[in-house]
């Protein structure tokens, strides 16, 4: 995974589900870095909140979540 030094608020990552570091994905939460990956399938998680934004047409643009992930 990237230092976490060349990372800033505002940033967005993309990473693998295998590289997956728990320490440093909360260490990038605090830095306010975004990121995305798939969860792993034994992940323990809770949504907190879930927004879906569409187009004009009624589909879908896109969907946010925010997880609580760890000991649920």
């Not at 306010?32 to 907190?48: D, G, P, Q």
Request: proline share 0%; with cysteine.
């Amino acid at each position: 995974m990237l230092r976490l030094s060349v990372l800033n608020k505002g940033d967005i990552i993309v990473m693998d589900r295998a590289y997956i570091d728990y320490e440093k994905l909360e260490a990038l939460t605090q830095r306010e870095v975004m990121y995305v990956t798939r969860m792993k399938k034994s992940l323990k998680y809770k949504i907190i909140e879930d927004r879906i934004y569409q187009t004009t047409e009624g589909l879908m643009e896109v969907r946010i979540q925010i997880l609580l992930w760890g000991k649920c």
